[in-house]
Nanobody
């Protein structure tokens, strides 16, 4: 059992930066991957960034490459640093953890945080 808790959301102007934090508790060493997802009103949830806990290897959605960075602070804490924010980045952002190994990078996430709102104004 793993419980992620994310924080750090807020309202920023386009071009600004924001850093989201995710702290996980429980069976941390069962985690294969951490992931950040987002969901905007009227749209489906989409994967944004992922990190393999053991290796530190990261991956990103094409829409955020070069602007967002996922990193690990320690075994149970990951960040999502968001730069050059755009209005289209506005969404509820979720931290998630996967304990299942999957060939699909956005699959297998069974543990989810409550979400933190990010709003980017033009």
């Amino acid at each position: 059992q793993v419980q992620p808790v994310e924080s750090g959301g807020g309202s920023v102007q386009a071009g600004g930066s924001l850093r989201l934090s995710c702290v996980a508790s429980g069976l941390i060493y069962s985690i294969d991957r951490y992931g950040w997802f987002r969901q905007a009103p009227g749209k489906e949830r989409e994967g944004v960034a992922g990190l393999y806990r053991g290796s530190g290897v990261t991956y990103y959605a094409d829409s955020v490459k070069g602007r967002f960075t996922i990193s690990r602070h320690n075994v149970n804490t990951v960040y999502l640093e968001m730069n050059s924010l755009k209005p289209e980045d506005t969404a509820m952002y979720y931290c998630a953890a996967a304990d299942r190994i999957s060939s699909q990078q956005w699959a297998g996430f069974d543990y989810w945080g409550q979400g933190t709102q990010v709003t980017v104004s033009s």
